[in-house]
């Protein structure tokens, strides 16, 4: 079993910034992919950025590339979602996931954190 949990989330301006982190505790076996994911309000979870564990490959969502990165330090157990130039359309809960397959869609992910709530007011 591995625990994740989210922190970082909170209300900020449009054109603001926010850093999320991901701790990852538990069994130690892996080594997890890892991704960042995002619900809004009567919306379905959808994908953000992903990482693979060694680091090398970081896919983004066409909505978020360019002003979202996704980094992981494997020594802390963390991964990482740095996220500027935020606009309204960002406002969502946002989770992160581990996985042991190279995967985007939810259903690959083994492991949910409990999510963090974004606010972007315009």
């Known amino acids: 079993q591995v625990q994740l949990v989210e922190s970082g989330g909170g209300l900020v301006q449009a054109g603001g910034s926010l850093r999320l982190s991901c701790a990852a505790s538990?069994?130690?076996?892996?080594?997890?992919?890892m991704g960042w994911f995002r619900q809004a309000p009567g919306k379905e979870r959808e994908f953000v950025a992903a990482?693979?564990?060694?680091?090398?490959?970081?896919p983004y969502a066409d909505s978020v590339k360019g002003r979202f990165t996704i980094s992981r330090d494997n020594a802390k157990n963390t991964v990482y979602l740095q996220m500027n130039s935020l606009n309204p359309e960002d406002t969502a809960v946002y989770y992160c996931?581990?996985?042991?397959?190279?995967?985007?869609?939810?259903?690959?992910?083994?492991?949910w954190g409990q999510g963090t709530q974004v606010t972007v007011s315009s």
């Open positions: 538990g069994r130690a076996s892996g080594p997890y992919n």
């Open positions: 990482i693979k564990w060694t680091g090398g490959s970081t």
């Open positions: 996931a581990a996985a042991s397959s190279w995967a985007w869609p939810p259903k690959s992910y083994d492991y």
